[in-house]
C-alpha cells in the first residue's frame, strides 16, 4: 500500500530503570558485561499501547529469553512518551524515548499459591533464584532480592509476558509463553485471578509438563505472541508465534504455515472454540516464519507482523498484513493484503537518514524482533522492536540495538477505530 516513514525514535541500550540487579545469569555479549547492578535494562518492546494522553504503554518481554535466566528480571510496563524524529537533518539519528514509570506485575494476592486453579512456585517463594537444566530447576546459590519477596514481583522465571490488551475499565489482559497463559492484572499489575491456561497448548515450561509429566505440545517461545481485542472489546484473540508442535492440533497437519486465532471471551474467562485460521508466509516445515503481533483496526479488521529470526543483511521477511476474520481465501485461511515491507519502507523525507546498503529515499527495519504494531491514527500505525539485548545488532555491526520505534502513515485511510476509553 502507498505509504511513508512519518517518524522514528529509539531508547538507546545504554538505559537502566533503577531497581534489583539483573543479568546475574547470562554472559557478556557485544561489549556489554553484566550483571546489572540495581538496575533494569530495558529489553526492547514486545507491546505497547497507546495511551488517551499522548503518551504510550510499553511492555518488555521476560528479560533475557529463558525462563532459566531470567529470575532476576522484573516484569511489568513502563510509560513512556516518544519525540519522533519526522523531518531529515542529515543525519542518522533518531528522535529521543523518555521513561516516565514502571508498573512491576506482581502476585500480592497470592492467586499462585492459593491451592485453586494454576498454582506456580515463583521467584518471590524461593530463597534464592533458580535456573533451570532440562525439566529440572538448579539453585544458583544467589539471594533473591527483598523488594522481589516483599512485593511478590512477578519475574522472568516466572511469565514470559509478550502481549498485552487494555480493557474499557482499566485492567489488563496479558498474553505469555511458558503456559501459554492468559493473565489478568489491575491498572496496578497486580493478577486479579488465576492464570487461564489454554485447552491443549502446553509449552516445555508448562508446570504440567516440567512436574507432573505431561507432554508439551507447543515449541519453547512460540506462545502467545499477540492478544488483541476485536472492534467492540467483547473478545480477545490470542495469537501463538507458530504452530503447534504436535501434528494433531495443526489446522493443517502436515503444514507448518497454519496456525489459529484463539477466541477467548474475557466475560467469562473461557475459549469460545472459534478459531480463525492463519496462513504465514515461508516452507510448510519448521515455523520458520512467526507471528510478531496483532492489533485491530476496526471490526474484525486486524493488522499482523509476520517476520523470519534474522537480522541485518540476512534479514528477508518482516512485513505487516491486514486480515478481515470475515474473508478468507479458497483453502479456508484468512485473506491477507500486504502494507508494507519493513525492510522496504518508502522514506521520501529522508526522516531516516542514509545508511550503507539502503537505497536513497528508503527506510529498513533489519532486526530480528519486530514484535509490536499500534494505531496511532486512521492513516498510521506504530511499530516497535523487542531488542533480545544484549545479543543482537541488527543496526550497527558490533553494537547491541536500541529500541527503535517507527510511524508509518498510508495515502488513504484504512480503517476507523475508537479509541477504548479507560
Sequence with gaps: MPHQLTGWAALPDTFRWPGPTTGQFISAALGVTPPFIDGQPLPGFSAMLKNDDGSW??????????????GD??????????????VANGTTVPGSVKVNSHVNFND???????????????????????????????DSGKPVDPRIIAGRLLTGFDFDVESIARAKDGSYFVGEEFGPYILHFDKNGTLMSDPVPHPFLRSPFN?????????????????????????DNSRLFAVPEAAPSLASLRPVADDERYLNFFEFDPASML????????????????????????????????????????????????????????????????????????????????????????AAGKFTMPFDSIESVEVVDDHTLAVAVDTNFPTEDGRVAGKPDNTEIITIRFDQALFKRVASKT
Excluded at 504503554?57 to 531470567?70: E, I, T, V
Excluded at 511489568?76 to 519526522?86: A, E, K, L
Excluded at 494454576?118 to 533451570?132: E, P, R, S
Excluded at 485461511?333 to 542514509?354: E, F, H, M, R, W
Design 108 to 138: 500480592a494476592n497470592g492467586f499462585l499459591k492459593d491451592g485453586k486453579g494454576v498454582d506456580l512456585k515463583i521467584t518471590a517463594d524461593f530463597a534464592n533464584y533458580q535456573t533451570v537444566t532440562g525439566n529440572n530447576l538448579v
Design 73 to 86: 528480571f522484573v516484569i511489568g510496563f513502563y510509560n513512556v512518551s516518544i519525540d519522533f524524529r519526522t
Design 271 to 358: 475459549y469460545t472454540g472459534k478459531n480463525p485460521i492463519y496462513r504465514k508466509d515461508g516452507p510448510a516445515k519448521d515455523n520458520q516464519i512467526v507471528i510478531g503481533d496483532m492489533t485491530n483496526v476496526g471490526g474484525n479488521k486486524f493488522v499482523l507482523i509476520e517476520r523470519d529470526g534474522f537480522l541485518g543483511a540476512k534479514a528477508v521477511v518482516k512485513r505487516l498484513y491486514m486480515v478481515d476474520l470475515d474473508v478468507k481465501d479458497a483453502d479456508g485461511a484468512l485473506k491477507k493484503t500486504l502494507l508494507v515491507d519493513l525492510l522496504n519502507i518508502s522514506d521520501p523525507k529522508g526522516i531516516g537518514g542514509t545508511w550503507p546498503g539502503v
Design 207 to 231: 508446570p504440567q509438563v516440567m512436574n507432573n509429566g505431561a507432554s508439551a505440545t507447543s515449541l519453547a517461545s512460540r506462545g502467545f505472541e499477540s492478544l488483541a481485542y476485536n472492534g
Design 57 to 70: 504503554l510499553a511492555m518488555p518481554d521476560n528479560g533475557y529469553g529463558s525462563k532459566g535466566n531470567s
